[in-house]
């Protein structure tokens, strides 16, 4: 068997290639580490500085339907204590079978996670490899690695900056300062810092040990637990561009370490039989720990099987027959056979035989019209049509010298396509025949990999990602997947779910008008739902029966429009513009995707297709393809108003050369922009009938995350580009204010944090909100100056944001943290004027009396409590006291608040000082009316003395000296009357 063995110096001559190769590549740079890490710095400046860091979120869910998970690690000791890693929201602890989890990684630079790994017998040290391996349209670049030895209170930063994706950490079994990390490397640009790292110091410094190429990563490990020497790791050649993704190569494989992982040798040749192939993709490793040289291989498999040829029917047609056909053989075509592949290939009704034959004879199309409108020139071509051979199982019995794999058939159904996402095989530590498989569906094998069968139930999702298998009882099995989390303990046959907290991926949010409104997403592999804006996460849904948020559609959920004049038609849809209107109450769908017409190339349609109903309008829905279309009847027609308006396309085989965003004007109806995901935008003053570019003097073959016009100045628009499929994380956000013929920069002060949404307060023009892939940050000064907004609502990204125009409140979509909700009634009131004052006082809420403040409703329960909310501004930091007065000027309450710069909130519990309540009451009967009940003035339940009913003045004084006030009044309870 030929061996391959990597030696320091030909890692030294493949540093110099890829450094070589780096400095001749034509894309623009990816953001440093160094850059990554300050702009770190930056966001928690911004947030200590912040004039809002008193304004706070409340976090409305979902939980149900949960978020991507990326790892779970158990207790060996016991099972209901275990970790649950997430790809973009951050690391959850449970001590209690998943009842109830507690988040402990949410405030370091990321929060994406590929990989954990516990030291269960170190104080249950937590070993974090950040950035998800996954290579998805949303997995997130990690800094490196994180540890905590005080069970997540504490972190420390362990180096490894720019890996960016690490697929597996592994601790030493009985050394705590020897570890080894996979790192996956780069997703979107090539570089060297990938391969297999080892650190013998606790993570102080690191040595790559094993490194191939800067396009070859690391995606799994295996350790023998019997002999630690022995390590294996499984490489992975890959390369993702936002229009094409490569998703194997020769350089992938399995190699094996003999002294602890310094040094390697490839076991994964052609001789060993394992596949080695410019086919091989993804591959996961899982070793037997009862006899460590048995150990699988799940492999993504990218060569095309082998189809047998079939002899076609007489008569039967295909696709390339058209090609060079002239009109006369075309009329001869039997109308029988016409039509029967015009079904298969599913053309619109109005084509048949009869029409086409009609538009050819006529000389409106050529034959060929027909191969074209199937195929698109831009979609990659493999010379075959035959599928690929996806997921498939080797094993080995000598710890790698030879390889089986262990089935004869495909295993259909399981990778499809993109295997990248998946990889996950593990065998029992009870039976060395027995394995799962983690794909779409997450499947076992009784018998070594020679068949297999699913263990899916009705209430697990697919996409599994993460399993962990008991080794103490056979069948008790956790498993993560895009759905969460569930628990299985009879192998598969009865499932529970663990989802309890809010961790959803949503792409875009919207609201609606009803009371109260409605807030709707849709999220990454879960749907479309919607759901009430005051629900707050809990578990009291399942004695009422029914979860307060509902799903309204499938697939990875997309945008969503709601028309206010009802509340109940919904325009949503699924990924690369399959989206469809909805009326709630009855449930009917029509599709509105628009078409291409015969004789044109197919449309192009972006993984989150844009669309966007008019406000002036309810009827008009627009929607973007590479081309802008229009509809003035709700989508029953959609009409091509434009030509391509990207740069055309790109040879490869994921969607690219579409539109990413559409807006209207809201001062004038048929003022619209659209943006591309390859850097244009256009601008159309009539409807869309006429288009002119104004993107050429902005940074070029950037993704246009959002195009926003301004409903405060008709030529106002704003844009975001962003450079993630670049690995460019730098925050590029415009504004021009005559129609995109000039361009300005803003947001200079913003970290190094790639912008997913601009989107401008439509009560204050001064006042925008730009969500990142970290968090999010608000300027008060059009963009000049930006400040962060994160006080309960973790770093996480954000790639929505609404303004409810009626209720005022904040509706931010998060890509991990399901949604937050800030009301911005005060923040919108922040205008230069205000500010230059040293103190404001808001105008304050009544408040309804209730005479139970202060009571249990029973020996067991909570107390009522009463509240107010005093919400002030003050231009400089200090000491302020705010006093209570009743409508003649008496204190009965004084409280101190140590204010920061900005907006501040005192909550007040309408309680009276004991001090002040015999005069407190001798001032309200000295105001009773002849005849009335004196007022007592008497501790509740719980020995406060609450107001009563009345008019009462706040009174905000500064340390400063500066003093203002405001009234509230608490309103009496309506007296039943009896006729």
Request: charged share 25%.
């Amino acid at each position: 068997m030929q061996k391959r063995i990597l030696s320091v110096a030909m890692l030294v001559a493949l540093s110099g290639c890829a450094v070589q190769a780096q400095k001749s590549s034509k894309q623009p740079a990816f953001t440093p580490a160094k850059e990554r890490l300050e702009a770190y710095q930056k966001r928690q400046q911004l947030e200590q500085s912040s004039i809002v860091g008193n304004l706070a979120f409340r976090n409305t869910g979902p939980t149900v339907m949960s978020g991507r998970i990326t790892d779970i690690e158990v207790s060996p000791k016991d099972p209901n204590t275990f970790y649950a890693a997430f790809a973009s929201g951050g690391l959850w602890k449970t001590t209690n079978n998943g009842l109830s989890f507690e988040p402990l990684f949410d405030e370091q630079a990321v929060m994406t996670i590929g990989d954990i790994a516990i030291d269960w017998d170190n104080n249950e040290t937590i070993w974090i490899g950040t950035g998800e391996s996954n290579s998805s349209r949303s997995s997130y670049s990690g800094v490196g690695v994180y540890k905590s030895t005080d069970s997540g209170k504490n972190w420390q930063h362990l180096g490894l900056d720019d890996t960016h994706h690490i697929g597996k950490v592994i601790v030493h079994p009985t050394d705590p300062n020897t570890a080894w990390v996979a790192a996956v490397g780069h997703l979107y640009s090539a570089n060297q810092e990938r391969g297999v790292y080892k650190t013998t110091d606790g993570g102080k410094t690191w040595k790559k040990t094993l490194y191939i190429d800067p396009n070859t990563g690391a995606i799994d490990l295996q350790i023998d637990p019997k002999n630690p020497d022995n390590v294996y790791a499984a490489m992975w050649h890959r390369e993702r561009r936002a229009w094409n993704f490569v998703e194997g190569g020769k350089t992938s494989g399995v190699y094996k370490s003999t002294d602890g992982g310094n040094t390697w040798t490839d076991i994964s040749t052609a001789g060993s039989g394992f596949p080695d192939t410019d086919g091989v993709g993804r591959i996961g490793l899982s070793l037997y720990p009862g006899n460590p040289n048995v150990i699988y291989a799940l492999v993504d498999n990218q060569e095309r099987r082998a189809v047998e040829k079939k002899e076609p029917k007489p008569g039967a047609l295909d696709t390339d027959i058209f090609r060079g056909m002239s009109a006369e053989d075309f009329l001869k075509l039997d109308d029988k056979f016409l039509n029967e592949f015009l079904d298969e290939n599913r053309f619109p009704k109005e084509y048949t035989a009869k029409s086409i034959k009609e538009m050819v004879r006529n000389g409106e199309i050529k034959p060929e019209a027909i191969t074209d409108y199937l195929e698109d020139p831009f979609a990659e071509k493999e010379g075959s049509d035959a599928p690929v051979r996806g997921a498939e199982v080797y094993r080995t019995n000598d710890g790698g010298k030879t390889w089986t794999k262990t089935h004869d058939s495909y295993i259909d159904d399981m990778y499809s396509s993109y295997g990248y996402y998946f990889g996950v095989i593990r065998v029992s530590p009870l039976n060395p025949d027995k394995i799962y498989i983690l794909g779409v569906p997450i499947l076992r094998s009784d018998d070594g990999g020679k068949t297999f069968r699913s263990i899916e139930g009705d209430n697990v999702h697919s996409d599994h990602q993460a399993l962990w298998v008991s080794a103490d009882k056979p069948g008790y099995l956790i498993d993560g997947n895009d759905g969460g989390i569930n628990i299985t303990y009879d192998d598969g046959k009865h499932w529970a779910k663990a989802n309890p907290i809010p961790v959803g991926q949503f792409y875009a949010v919207a609201v609606d008008m009803a009371k109260p409104y409605n807030v709707y997403g849709g999220l990454q592999d879960n749907g479309t739902w919607f759901g009430p804006n005051t629900y707050k996460p809990s578990s009291a849904w399942t004695a009422e029966g029914k979860y307060p948020y509902q799903r309204l559609g499938g697939g990875d959920g997309m945008q969503v429009q709601v028309d206010w004049r009802d509340n109940n038609t919904v325009y949503l849809g699924s990924q690369y513009g399959v989206y469809f209107r909805l009326n709630k109450e009855t449930g009917e769908r029509t599709s509105i995707r628009p078409n291409h017409k015969l004789g044109e190339r197919p449309l192009r349609f972006n993984w989150e297709a844009p669309i966007h109903l008019s406000r002036h309008n309810q009827d008009v829905v627009y929607f973007g393809s590479n081309k802008f279309h229009r509809s003035l009847n709700r989508g029953e027609d959609m009409e091509i108003l434009s030509g391509d308006l990207t740069q055309g396309g790109r040879k490869g085989d994921v969607g690219y050369g579409t539109l990413t965003s559409i807006d209207e004007s809201p001062v004038r109806f048929g003022y619209l922009y659209v943006g591309s995901d390859d850097g244009l935008i256009h601008a159309s003053k009539d409807g869309g009938y006429t288009w002119t570019k104004i993107s050429d003097k902005l940074p070029q073959n950037m993704w246009v995350s959002t195009v926003m016009a301004s409903a405060h100045k008709l030529d106002r628009v704003y844009t975001s580009l962003n450079g993630y499929r670049w690995d460019d994380f730098t925050p590029y956000l415009y504004v021009s204010e005559d129609n995109g013929k000039k361009w300005e920069r803003i947001g200079t002060n913003l970290p190094q944090e790639a912008i997913n949404v601009i989107t401008e307060d439509p009560k204050n023009e001064n006042l925008l909100y730009v969500g990142t892939d970290h968090g999010l940050y608000i300027s008060l000064d059009r963009g000049k100056t930006f400040t962060a907004m994160s006080k309960g609502m973790p770093a996480v990204a954000v790639h929505d944001v609404v303004v409810h125009p009626r209720e005022n409140d904040l509706v931010v979509g998060t890509h991990g943290r399901s949604i937050y909700i800030a009301n911005v009634e005060h923040l919108q009131q922040l205008t230069p004027e205000l500010m230059n004052q040293q103190l404001h006082v808001f105008s304050l809420k009544q408040v309804n009396y209730n005479p139970r403040w202060g009571q249990k409703w029973s020996a067991w329960g909570d107390t009522m409590q009463a509240e107010l909310s005093i919400p002030y501004y003050t231009s400089a930091a200090g000491s302020t006291t705010i006093r209570i007065k009743t409508d003649k000027g008496q204190v009965v309450k004084e409280l101190k608040d140590q204010s920061e710069h900005g907006l501040n909130y005192v909550t007040y519990n309408l309680s009276v000082d004991e001090a002040n309540a015999k005069a407190y009451e001798a001032a309200l009967n000295s105001a009773k009316k002849e005849g009335a009940e004196p007022v007592k003035v008497e501790p509740a339940e719980n020995k406060v003395i609450y107001l009563q009913p009345g008019k009462y003045t706040v009174e905000v004084e500064t340390a400063g000296g500066a003093k203002k006030t405001q009234e509230f009044i608490i309103k009496a309870p309506e007296k039943r009357t009896r006729e």
